[in-house]
């Protein structure tokens, strides 16, 4: 059974950062690509980050490119998302997702979410 | 980046009704888009892939069309699991991008 745990979510001041992680089982973690897709409270979904199964392809959203730093440890089976210099706007819950496949955006699993809160 | 409209943005229906939901593409992406259910509180889950394959397990009531820029999901015969917001997502190219979701209502 293919799982996802977010973890790391917390509050944090404007200007500060924070390091996201999900842990992830039931699959051969390497054979494919992850994101990281965040909703703020009462909005829609915005993507965030992509990485390909080995890691050396890596996007960003323009909202976020300079700022957010996905990666991952295929040793671990574990996603990351190092997030720096947070703004208000980026108060979201943080899901991240299974590709279908090695460089895939189609997204078949999804965690529970990890909650960011971006406040002074 | 691509932009995707979802359209509408609510709709009001009963158990039983046909419901078809559109997104459009600024820009042709053969048929890389998806559709996602999400219910309040709980995470996305995939509905139909490369426009309209349908993911393992989803009833066969769900059914998605189209390619290039124009793309429709449909749901015939609404069940009342069925009411929740619904979004499209392309994967053609990167950053991926989502419809602005239709949140569709018991009426």
């Known amino acids: 059974e293919v799982q996802l745990l977010e973890s790391g979510g917390d509050l944090v001041q404007p200007g500060g950062s924070l390091r996201l992680s999900c842990a992830a089982s039931g699959f051969s973690f390497s054979s494919n690509a992850m994101s990281w897709v965040r909703q703020a409270p009462g909005k829609g979904l915005d993507w965030v980050s992509g990485?390909?199964?080995?890691?050396?392809?890596?996007n960003y959203a323009d909202s976020v490119k300079g700022r957010f730093t996905i990666s991952r440890d295929n040793s671990k089976s574990t996603l990351y998302l190092q997030m720096h210099s947070l703004r208000v706007e980026d108060t979201a819950i943080y899901y991240c997702?299974?590709?279908?496949?090695?460089?895939?955006?189609?997204?078949?699993?999804w965690g529970q979410g990890t909650l960011v809160t971006v406040s002074s | 980046a691509i932009q995707m409209t979802q359209s509408p943005s609510s709709l009001s229906a009963s158990v039983g009704d046909r419901v078809t939901i559109t997104c459009r593409a600024s820009?042709?992406?053969?048929?890389?888009l998806g559709w996602y259910q999400q219910k309040p509180g709980k995470a996305p889950k995939l509905l139909v892939y490369g426009a309209s394959s349908l993911q393992s397990g989803v009833p066969s009531r769900f059914s998605g069309s189209g390619s290039g820029t124009d793309f429709t999901l449909t749901i015939t015969s609404l069940q009342p699991e069925d009411f929740a917001t619904y979004y499209c997502l392309q994967d053609y190219s990167y950053p991926l991008t989502f419809g602005g979701g239709t949140k569709v209502e018991i009426k």
């Open positions: 997702a299974k590709g279908t496949g090695y460089n895939s955006g189609t997204l078949d699993y």
């Open positions: 820009q042709g992406i053969r048929n890389d």
């Open positions: 990485i390909s199964g080995s890691g050396g392809s890596t």
